[in-house]
C-alpha cells in the first residue's frame, strides 16, 4: 500500500492508496443497529446479550444465516451485505438485468410515462 504525504501548512495529512479493509461481520451488525438497541435486538431474536455481544465483536462462532436474515429484516439493511460484506449494488443481475422495481419508483415511471404520452398512450412528442 503506497502512502503519500501532504504538508498544508503547518499540518501534515497522509493519504492511504490501495484496497479499503471490508469490515467484518460483527463490525457489519454493529454498523446495521442504528436507532435499534442491542437489548430490543436480543427481545426480537431470542437471544441473550452476551451473545449479541459476542457476534458483534467477532468472537465464538458466528450467528446462523437464520439470525442474520432476521437482523436485516429488523435494521432495514440489505441481507447480502450483512452477510457477506458485498455491496449488493455492484453485484451481475443473475436474471440478466430484470429487477423487481420498487412500488415507489413503479410509481414515478408510470406517471413519467403518462407525462410522455397522452391519455390513449400515443406519445405527444416530448
Do not use: F
Given at each position: 500500500?503506497?502512502h503519500v504525504r501532504?504538508?498544508i501548512g503547518d ?15 460483527g463490525?457489519r451488525?454493529?454498523l ?5 438497541s442491542a437489548?430490543?435486538?436480543?427481545e426480537?431474536?431470542?437471544?441473550s446479550?452476551?451473545t449479541?455481544s459476542r457476534?458483534?465483536g467477532?468472537v465464538?462462532?458466528p450467528p446462523?444465516?437464520?439470525y442474520?436474515?432476521q437482523?436485516?429484516?429488523?435494521t432495514?439493511?440489505d441481507a447480502e451485505?450483512l452477510?457477506?460484506?458485498?455491496d449488493?449494488?455492484?453485484a451481475p443481475?443473475?436474471?440478466?438485468g ?15 410515462k ?6 390513449d398512450?400515443?406519445?405527444t412528442?416530448?
Amino acid at each position: 500500500m503506497a502512502h503519500v504525504r501532504h504538508t498544508i501548512g503547518d499540518m501534515t495529512t497522509q493519504t492511504h492508496h490501495g484496497r479499503i479493509p471490508q469490515l467484518t461481520l460483527g463490525w457489519r451488525m454493529k454498523l446495521s443497529l442504528g436507532d435499534v438497541s442491542a437489548q430490543e435486538m436480543g427481545e426480537y431474536l431470542g437471544v441473550s446479550r452476551q451473545t449479541l455481544s459476542r457476534w458483534m465483536g467477532d468472537v465464538g462462532t458466528p450467528p446462523k444465516r437464520a439470525y442474520l436474515a432476521q437482523w436485516a429484516l429488523k435494521t432495514g439493511v440489505d441481507a447480502e451485505w450483512l452477510m457477506t460484506g458485498a455491496d449488493p449494488t455492484s453485484a451481475p443481475d443473475p436474471d440478466g438485468g430484470l429487477r423487481a422495481t420498487p412500488a415507489a419508483s413503479l410509481e414515478a415511471l408510470t406517471r413519467a410515462k403518462r407525462a410522455r404520452t397522452g391519455r390513449d398512450g400515443v406519445s405527444t412528442g416530448r
